[in-house]
């Protein structure tokens, strides 16, 4: 990607692939006028709202890029974007989100997707965040899992569910290894941001990476934030 950026050719998918890296957001924002493709562009403009923690506005875009793919009939996309789409809910509406992993695994039958079906897996585990103590039995199992499969990313990302579990747990040790794991998986600077949100959701101090938020970094800690307070909070209800 970054021969090609480098190169000066006009490829929106180069220019977003870096900046997506290196958590330059308003830079993927700025290209997805131009990406092509059923649901492409749904798919990648939530890919920017979930790291702000604006879960309504991603599950939105998400539905957007399943029901663009149904209507192209496009399965591989429809099982990617319902996959996504459960793991945004996940952490606003554990409830719905069980049916919506549900018809995910159902979309995902049949087909090869390793790291849909990753994201499915983690989508449980966000479900089930704070109420199970099993979760992080199940994350290790995942995590050999996704080791196995080869998705690199999916390892970080499992990680952002574990501090997801013990920010609501308020398990501050339990935090501060996590987090030095996530920090080993993004020192080359690519997706370092996921550190900061980690930072966030248990409202400690962020690393300074470089990321460039779409909206103010104040308001990003203050969605992930309330997304584990809220949790827990209902846990305690």
């Given at each position: 990607?970054?021969?090609?950026?480098?190169?000066?050719?006009?490829?929106?998918?180069?220019?977003?692939?870096?900046a997506?890296?290196?958590?330059?957001?308003?830079?993927?924002?700025?290209?997805?006028?131009?990406?092509?493709?059923?649901?492409?562009?749904?798919?990648?403009?939530?890919?920017?709202?979930?790291?702000?923690?604006?879960?309504?506005?991603?599950?939105?875009?998400?539905?957007?890029?399943?029901?663009?793919?149904?209507?192209?009939?496009?399965?591989?996309?429809?099982?990617?974007?319902?996959?996504?789409?459960?793991?945004?809910?996940?952490?606003?509406?554990?409830d719905?989100?069980?049916?919506?992993?549900?018809?995910?695994?159902?979309?995902?039958?049949?087909?090869?997707?390793?790291?849909?079906?990753h994201?499915?897996?983690?989508?449980?585990?966000?479900?089930?965040?704070?109420?199970?103590?099993?979760?992080?039995?199940?994350?290790?199992?995942?995590?050999?899992?996704?080791?196995?499969?080869?998705?690199?990313?999916?390892?970080?990302?499992?990680?952002?569910?574990?501090?997801?579990?013990?920010?609501?747990?308020?398990?501050?040790?339990?935090?501060?290894?996590?987090?030095?794991?996530?920090?080993?998986?993004?020192?080359?600077?690519?997706?370092?941001?996921?550190?900061?949100?980690?930072?966030?959701?248990?409202?400690?101090?962020?690393?300074?990476?470089?990321?460039?938020?779409?909206?103010?970094?104040?308001?990003?800690?203050?969605?992930?934030?309330?997304?584990?307070?809220?949790?827990?909070?209902?846990l305690?209800?």
């Amino acid at each position: 990607m970054q021969y090609v950026a480098d190169g000066g050719c006009p490829v929106p998918a180069a220019r977003r692939g870096l900046a997506r890296l290196a958590g330059d957001f308003p830079t993927v924002h700025a290209v997805v006028p131009a990406l092509g493709g059923a649901g492409r562009h749904h798919r990648v403009d939530n890919g920017i709202w979930w790291p702000h923690g604006d879960m309504p506005r991603a599950a939105t875009t998400y539905k957007a890029a399943r029901t663009e793919a149904e209507q192209h009939c496009i399965a591989g996309k429809r099982a990617t974007s319902q996959a996504q789409h459960a793991f945004t809910l996940a952490f606003t509406g554990p409830d719905r989100a069980a049916c919506e992993i549900e018809l995910a695994r159902h979309l995902i039958s049949g087909l090869t997707l390793r790291q849909a079906g990753h994201t499915i897996d983690m989508a449980a585990l966000v479900r089930d965040a704070g109420t199970d103590h099993g979760v992080p039995d199940r994350a290790r199992v995942l995590h050999e899992e996704i080791h196995v499969s080869g998705v690199a990313i999916a390892t970080a990302i499992l990680e952002l569910v574990i501090c997801f579990h013990q920010a609501v747990l308020d398990d501050d040790q339990g935090l501060t290894s996590t987090i030095a794991r996530l920090r080993g998986l993004t020192g080359s600077g690519d997706y370092a941001y996921y550190t900061d949100i980690a930072a966030f959701m248990a409202d400690r101090p962020a690393l300074l990476s470089s990321a460039r938020w779409f909206d103010a970094e104040t308001t990003v800690r203050g969605r992930w934030r309330h997304l584990a307070l809220a949790r827990r909070s209902a846990l305690e209800s």
